[in-house]
């Protein structure tokens, strides 16, 4: 006869969702889908009469699901039979389920760049299958974790290259003037640029991750979606925080999770507030894009939202008739047709002038379509980028990134929703438009990255915008000024150990991370220091992943950057420079 484990196993074992390719329990998958009652997890719970029993309650006949019974059980009963899990459970000084009593319990996902993946990822080549983990919170922990960071590592671009920033430019009030662009985590730079952005910032424009299991340009974008929604949700509360009275967000999204960010969105920003729904036509597709047996989809959609319609500060733009759509295009082969008609070339360019121009209206207003229809010439970067590079595309690793937007889209919702000297935010900033955009327009802009090429990509290409950039939206707005803008982070702590781990190639390497982080690092107060210096044997039984996952899962996460709180703190050692500067903007 099977015992209540054994069938318990074997169970949620028949769902392929919750088991790896080893055939093994994925522990965060059972425990997101019992944070969001997901209805497989229950129906399979249901199925069986003693299971049922134990993880439910009946109420009138109702069965309610009791999460924290079932996801106690299976985090720190043993019930996982693998070394990993009980030397976990080994180490930890009490279970982290009360969390699950408590009424102002949070649960926060952090998939994706900047969050919780299987490993922190900050490098293109880090891409995992597993997603991420979930980090269960008390409120007082989440309220440390959002508290203000210190910058570091703070430079000052112009067109004369790199600078040491002494000081920020202010106005007569005190309000900050500068351009910034900042590396690491955008939740937590959101919070730290609370206090001085509160209420400052006109425009937030963000391209976000799909969450489309296509992995494009190797984001990690396949998380579920209750966990794709708390991310983003996550962040548009904060971001909601720093937008002026006369506020403007559109967010570019693509149809995997159009509606329900639709949904989202009506509850962060108000229903009321929201005002068109865009689509923006991408490419010209080929190949095996359209060999899909379906409708061939070539469109993201752009959710645009602000504040009270009756106060809609919108600046309605317009194509002009010199910018529109070529119906009729000149070539070698269109000339020598007319040729048989015995007309010249002159006279070829008289034809098309009528009827691309001279026929047609003087100028269009912009629909809430992008490059679909006979007057708008907004090509994607794909299109333009086709058969050759174009100036406006960066390169990664010698590859072409072609999937960015194009300055001209970021001009048209700037434009639309901003005047000069504005603050534009993008805390998604991804490869660089949005600042580039923003800069050539004379908009101040703050925009946040985490990955590792914002340093070799990025800030060179923002360097060139500087120096008078011709490319692009330049002439177009007649861009001459050379501005500067300021390059700071996050100053990092338990991160940098994350950071060891990750890029450890043995256990030799991990042993002696393991021994610098006891006397450096910060840990997790549920760890108990004296079982994992007497458990050094188990931890060598483990394989190299499952090491540096107890390595991460150990470390407490309030600690990843350094607390503007603890910016006195030896320990953390900051110095007088930094304290300087981050005294400066945070005062």
């Known amino acids: 006869m099977k015992t209540f484990d054994e069938k318990l196993n074997n169970l949620l ?8 390719d080893a055939g093994r329990l994925l522990e965060w998958k059972l425990q997101t889908s019992a944070l969001t009652n997901d209805p497989t997890l229950i129906r399979l719970l249901l199925s069986d009469d003693s299971i049922k029993e134990k993880f439910f309650v009946n109420i009138d006949w109702i069965s309610l699901f009791k999460s924290d019974v079932f996801i106690n059980y299976i985090s720190y009963k043993n019930f996982l039979d693998n070394s990993y899990t009980k030397y976990k459970n080994r180490i930890w000084l009490r279970g982290r389920w009360k969390f699950y009593k408590d009424s102002w319990d949070v649960s926060l996902v952090w998939p994706f760049k900047d969050c919780v993946l299987e490993w922190w990822q900050t490098k293109e080549d880090e891409k ?7 980090e269960i919170l008390a409120q007082d922990e989440i309220d440390k974790l959002f508290s203000p960071k210190v910058f570091t590592n703070l430079k000052k671009y112009d067109e004369s290259w790199e600078h040491q920033v002494d000081w920020f430019t202010k106005d007569e009030n005190g309000f900050i003037l500068d351009n910034f662009v900042i590396k690491w985590n955008n939740l937590l730079t959101l919070h730290s640029l609370k206090k001085k952005f509160r209420w400052r910032i006109k425009l937030i424009y963000i391209d976000p991750p799909y969450n489309t299991w296509n992995d494009w340009f190797n984001y990690n974008d396949n998380f579920n979606r209750s966990s794709w929604l708390t991310f983003m ?4 509360e904060i971001a909601r925080e720093l937008l002026s009275w006369d506020w403007s967000i559109y967010v570019n999204i693509d149809y995997n999770q159009v509606h329900y960010l639709k949904v989202l969105m009506d509850e962060v920003f108000w229903e009321d507030n929201f005002q068109r729904e865009i689509i923006w036509r991408m490419w010209f597709l080929s190949w095996y894009k359209t060999a899909v047996n379906n409708f061939i989809r070539n469109h993201d959609t752009i959710l645009f939202y602000s504040k009270d319609p009756k106060l809609l500060d919108f600046k309605k733009t317009y194509i002009d008739n010199k910018d529109f759509k070529e119906q009729l295009k000149k070539s070698n082969d269109l000339i020598k047709f007319m040729k048989k008609y015995w007309l010249e070339e002159s006279q070829v360019d008289e034809i098309l002038q009528y009827i691309n121009h001279d026929s047609r209206w003087e100028r269009y207003p912009l629909e809430d379509t992008r490059n679909c229809n006979k007057w708008d010439d907004l090509n994607s970067i794909a299109i333009d980028s086709s058969t050759s590079k174009v100036e406006e595309t960066v390169d990664l690793d010698w590859e072409n990134f072609k999937w960015q937007k194009p300055e001209k889209l970021l001009k048209r919702i700037i434009e639309s929703a901003t005047d000069e000297w504005d ?14 955009a923003a800069h050539k327009m004379n908009r101040r802009y703050i925009v946040c990255e985490q990955m590792d090429y914002i ?5 060179p290409r923002m360097i060139d915008v500087i120096n008078w950039d011709t490319s692009w939206i330049s002439q177009a707005v007649d861009w ?18 994350i950071e060891q781990i990750e890029t450890a190639k043995n256990i030799d390497e991990l042993l002696k991370i393991r021994e610098e982080m006891k006397s450096k690092a910060y840990f997790d107060y549920n760890f108990d220091m004296k079982e994992f210096e007497n458990s050094i044997d188990d931890f060598r039984d483990l394989s190299l992943d499952e090491q540096k ?8 996460k ?15 050692e900051v110095d007088d420079e930094d304290k300087k500067l981050n005294s400066d903007f945070y005062n």
């Open 13 to 20: 074992k028949s769902e392929p969702t919750f088991v790896d």
């Open 128 to 134: 995992k299958k597993e997603i991420f983990f979930n």
């Open 233 to 236: 949700k996550n962040r548009l």
């Open 423 to 436: 603050y534009v935010l993008d805390f998604f900033w991804g490869t660089w438009t949005t600042a580039a």
């Open 455 to 459: 340093n070799e990509t990025i800030v």
């Open 480 to 497: 001459k000024w050379w501005w500067e803008f300021i390059y700071c982070e996050l100053k990092k702590y338990n991160w940098e150990f």
């Open 549 to 556: 996952k107890v390595l991460i899962e150990i470390l407490n």
């Open 558 to 572: 309030n600690q990843l950057y350094v607390n503007l709180s603890d910016i006195d703190d030896e320990d953390f």
